[in-house]
């Protein structure tokens, strides 16, 4: 059926088209062999048989005519559209559109690492060109650069929603390229209606913050001197003149000050003078706080090949813990479908380390029960200098994860 | 009792230089000059007073290290206390069977327990498999055993480990390269230089790919030393490689490498200067910790 529009909007583009207001498609179940052959005379392009229903063009001139005609011979038939000018020019601006960005996206090397300017720019060409995705800015940072989140959303009014974000960690460049190549995959799936996508966006929300922490980003791009490719932190003043930054995945108000996490300004992983001093965590837990409706946190890091649940600051177990487990490791399944890559499974606290003032932990107290932690490839041949030629590997296979975890939370609603 | 308020100091006190030039100071070998002198007394005294804070009147009020309080017993193998070891043991099996054309990676822990010693100390028994990255994916994955003693002792001092490996001497396939890559080298005249490698993007040339084996096989020494139950190291970066004149028919090689510590998340920063040949395999002649902190004095560059 949409062939045949497409077929019908490609005609007028091509014709320069002939106005078809008030014109209408019929489609046409014929019963019988008689019936067809009427159709014949009334349409010789008429191309079907018993049990396959025709679409037909009606001008508006000849629906009365040809609506009678089909009554008095039986035909059953149907309005699909009813004026079919207003769908052919709708249909027409979203094939424009869609070419647009299909373009601009096609053009678009995910299997590179971009700047900060540049994921920007590609944030707008997903949001300009697409009614599924829209750029919601939840704030600045401390050098004030914009917080974009993408939203994908097909409606409704604060749906149960899906966060995920990437580069909180400025040096982990696989998780902000991998981020990059989710939103496109996420709008292509959705627009080539694969499952689960459609599915998933039918009921529920997915926001996906693919810079974190853009300060600390485009810091790592100024030189290749390791003191700037490898910064972990945010870029704000501290109480040390000479040390910038906090950890900004130590920073959250989930037993923050214990001992997963250090007060030194210098050390890599500082977590700051206060719970939330950050303007950068402030600003993401008052988006997910006053949404009120998340139902699962996901945060993308590197290295280690890792699938982590809380708790990060206490080794007992979480409540959820037998559940977060089998979520958790039949993600890791479904990753290594892909290409083989083999992902450890546990909570923070055993996997890695001690970790207070976790982002994970911080969205698991706050009742969002879904709250994974992905540390992505490798397990420490390049670390952080990941090369660009297994980005799209990473990001399909990381997807394969994300996509189990999305529909398990779609499908168990809490 | 000090191993714990040690590794709980490492945390509150931060990773600081301080904890880290302190350590450094067995291992170097130059002469110390003066404002680093006053700065490891500083911090010697500092870290003094730190400990006479915490000394055993208080008790924390959770078990922060709850995995290492086990003292005997079956590990997880996919959590970080057999996973550090097997590292350790890894950088061992690097400074004896490493070179420009074989470095091995952790593949997995199959079996880990652990138990306290008399001496002192804790002893990991391990089964782990390992692969050859330099023969990327295609790598068949070796099986090792090994036992990795961390000795608890007040000043900081190097793992011992006992390693065994099924098939090692099956995949010595890269006698050739190592020669033509040596022959290559020798010469009076060739006088390798790079910067980061890889770099920011993770690439590095064929060329490279040797050298950047060879500093991981000579940072592998220094993992080893300095590794103990709370860290966990890799090397992320070779910042560089100045080759030196070579001396009784080795290449002699300064390297520049930055370490990643996974628990504390620091990059730390070393200058080795190491020799290879094929016959005699990597040594570590030099080694250097290279202050990265803002407040120490920066290195003779």
């Known amino acids: ?414 | 009792m000090l191993c714990a308020h040690w590794s709980r100091l490492r945390r509150v006190s931060s990773r600081s230089c301080c904890a880290t030039a302190l350590r450094s100071t067995h291992s170097s070998t130059r002469l110390s000059s003066s404002p680093e002198r006053i700065m490891k007394t500083f911090c010697s005294v500092w870290l003094l007073l730190s400990v006479v804070e915490l000394s055993p009147a208080q008790e924390p009020p959770l078990p922060e290290t709850a995995e290492d309080m086990a003292s005997t017993g079956d590990l997880e193998p996919t959590h970080y206390p057999a996973r550090r070891a097997a590292q350790v043991a890894l950088h061992y099996l690097n400074t004896r069977h490493g070179s420009p054309f074989r470095v091995f990676g952790l593949q997995q822990v199959h079996k880990a327990s652990a138990e306290d010693v008399e001496a002192g100390g804790r002893k990991y028994k391990l089964d782990f498999s390992v692969t050859d990255w330099a023969s990327g994916s295609a790598g068949p994955a070796l099986r090792c055993s090994a036992d990795v003693l961390f000795p608890r002792t007040e000043r900081h001092s190097a793992p011992d480990v006992k390693l065994r490996c099924e098939a090692l001497q099956q995949i010595n396939r890269t006698v050739q390269e190592e020669e033509a890559f040596y022959q290559k080298h020798i010469p009076p005249d060739s006088a390798v230089s790079a910067r980061d490698i890889p770099d920011s993007y993770g690439n590095m040339s064929e060329e490279m790919q040797p050298f950047w084996r060879l500093a991981r096989v000579a940072a592998s020494f220094i993992m080893l030393r300095e590794s103990s139950e709370n860290t966990e190291f890799n090397m992320v970066q070779m910042a560089s490689v100045t080759q030196q004149e070579s001396s009784e028919e080795q290449l002699m090689l300064e390297f520049v490498v930055l370490l990643h510590d996974l628990p504390s998340q620091e990059i730390v920063q070393w200058k080795l200067l190491a020799s290879w040949s094929p016959d005699r395999g990597v040594r570590v002649l030099q080694t250097e910790w290279q202050p990265r902190c803002p407040h120490a004095t920066k290195p003779p560059n």
């Not at chain 1, 249909?91 to 096609?106: H, I, Q």
């Not at chain 1, 959303?153 to 400025?170: L, Y």
């Open chain 1, 1 to 414: 059926m949409r062939l045949y529009l497409a077929v019908f909007a490609l005609l007028a583009a091509v014709h320069c088209e002939e106005l078809f207001n008030g014109d209408q498609v019929l489609r046409i179940n014929a019963e019988s062999e008689d019936q067809i052959q009427i159709l014949k005379k009334l349409e010789r392009d008429v191309d079907s048989g018993v049990s396959q229903p025709v679409d037909i063009r009606v001008p508006h001139s000849s629906l009365y005519a040809v609506k009678d005609f089909l009554k008095k011979n039986n035909i059953p038939f149907t309005v699909i559209i009813n004026n079919v000018q207003e769908r052919l020019v709708r249909e027409r601006e979203e094939m424009v559109r869609n070419a647009e960005m299909e373009s601009k996206t096609k053009s678009f090397n995910f299997a590179a690492y971009h700047d900060l300017e540049t994921i920007y720019n590609f944030m707008d060409t997903l949001a300009n060109h697409s009614k599924l995705i829209s750029k919601v800015k939840i704030g600045s940072t401390y050098e004030n650069r914009s917080m974009y989140v993408l939203k994908f959303s097909t409606g409704g009014e604060k749906r149960p929603a899906i966060w995920i974000d990437a580069g909180i960690h400025a040096r982990e460049w696989i998780s902000h390229a991998t981020a990059v190549w989710l939103a496109d995959q996420i709008a292509k799936d959705f627009k080539e209606n694969r499952a689960p996508v459609p599915s998933i966006l039918s009921k529920m929300d997915i926001y996906l913050m693919i810079v974190a922490n853009p300060d600390g980003y485009v810091f790592t791009h100024r030189s290749s001197n390791p003191l700037y490719r490898f910064w972990r932190k945010s870029r704000s003043a501290t109480s040390n003149p000479k040390c910038h930054g906090v950890d900004l995945n130590r920073n959250w108000d989930a037993e923050f000050g214990g001992p997963g996490a250090s007060d030194d300004p210098c050390a890599e992983d500082y977590r700051g003078p206060s719970a939330q001093s950050e303007i950068e965590v402030k600003n993401i837990a008052k988006f997910i706080m006053s949404h009120g409706n998340f139902k699962s946190f996901m945060t993308l890091h590197s290295y280690m090949q890792l699938l982590m649940y809380p708790y990060g600051y206490i080794g007992i177990d979480a409540p959820d813990q037998t559940e977060l487990h089998d979520v958790a490791t039949m993600s890791s399944k479904a990753l290594n479908s892909w290409h083989g890559t083999v992902y450890k499974v546990g909570s923070i606290f055993h996997t890695i380390d001690q970790a207070n003032g976790a982002s994970v932990d911080w969205a698991y107290l706050r009742g969002i029960k879904y709250s994974f932690a992905f540390e992505l490839r490798d397990t420490g041949k390049y670390g952080f200098l990941l090369p660009a030629d297994q980005i799209v590997s990473t990001a399909r296979e990381t997807w394969f994860a994300l996509r189990y975890i999305m529909k398990y939370v779609c499908d168990h609603p809490y």
